[in-house]
């Protein structure tokens, strides 16, 4: 009998087939005890159908629409386990991607957050080009990666980005650096957000090369809802960590914030700083 030390949070919005995708492959290729959370966020009556016919997770229903910030608090809110993943429902695991992932956490005390490589990302982690692979080819893929990079790791420092589509970290880091900021609504930079108070916070984001994640990307969101929550969202960032912004000084916004490169970066005080919304959900155990 194992102890089970990690949560795995899958966000659900619509998308079923993808969804099913998604846990076809976690049940099929993840051996590393896990526990099971599903957050439906606000889907349609389909999607509701099918999931409340699965068993052995834990179900939080969204009455509305909330996003993945709020859906991650509620990821933490709602799991006791010290490790947490949370999973977008248009992925497909590959086998190993678990273990690599929380043994990279439990490597380093200053591991932080870790993220595997990909094929659908705006960092380094994506190795392959959104390829049109069945299911075979996606694992086959996976295994390739996993022989060739074994359990090698990179820091990623260029405003600590690993990406929000499969995001592994410690639970006390929420202790340190505060929750995911639901002022970002819907989605699009909180993951940023989160990475660079952890940073700050002396925890390092990193990069499990020889775990894959297959993304398919969009699944959830059109491409023009993602585009113009990430235009909203890069100046909340902003506001947020530009101390020029803080102090009225600067009216504008860059097209790209260079972060703690920037000699105007925000003081430590201004980090936690976080919003949280009030969840109207239910929990059920199926």
């Avoid at 990079?149 to 405003?159: A, K, P, S, V």
């Avoid at 105007?264 to 976080?274: A, I, V, Y």
């Amino acid at each position: 009998m194992f102890d089970i030390d990690v949560t795995i949070a899958v966000f659900i919005h619509n998308a079923l087939q993808f969804l099913k995708t998604t846990l076809y492959s976690v049940i099929k290729n993840t051996s590393y005890p896990y526990s099971l959370l599903l957050i439906d966020d606000a889907s349609d009556q389909v999607t509701k159908n099918y999931i409340r016919s699965l068993r052995g997770a834990t179900l939080i229903t969204n009455e509305h629409q909330m996003g993945f910030p709020h859906n991650a608090n509620l990821a933490i809110d709602h799991s006791i386990t010290p490790y947490i993943v949370l999973l977008n429902s248009d992925t497909y695991v590959t086998k190993g991607w678990l273990s690599l992932l929380i043994n990279c956490l439990k490597d380093d005390i200053t591991h932080g957050i870790a993220g595997p490589s990909t094929s659908f990302a705006w960092s380094e982690q994506r190795i392959v080009d959104r390829p049109d692979w069945t299911y075979d080819e996606i694992e086959s893929f996976g295994s390739q990666t996993q022989k060739t990079y074994g359990r090698q790791t990179q820091y990623l420092d260029r405003l600590h980005s690993v990406c929000g589509f499969c995001y592994a970290f410690k639970r006390w880091l929420v202790e340190d650096i505060g929750y995911f900021d639901e002022s970002y609504g819907l989605g699009q930079c909180e993951e940023i957000d989160f990475n660079t108070r952890a940073a700050k916070a002396g925890y390092k984001c990193v990069w499990v090369c020889g775990a894959y994640v297959h993304h398919f990307g969009g699944k959830s969101f059109p491409q023009s809802c993602a585009t113009r929550l990430l235009q909203r969202n890069k100046r909340i960032y902003q506001d947020k960590f530009c101390s020029l912004k803080i102090i009225n000084s600067r009216s504008d916004y860059c097209f790209h914030c260079h972060g703690e490169d920037c000699q105007h970066f925000t003081r430590p005080q201004n980090l936690k700083h976080t919003i949280r919304k009030k969840p109207v959900h239910k929990v059920v155990n199926l």
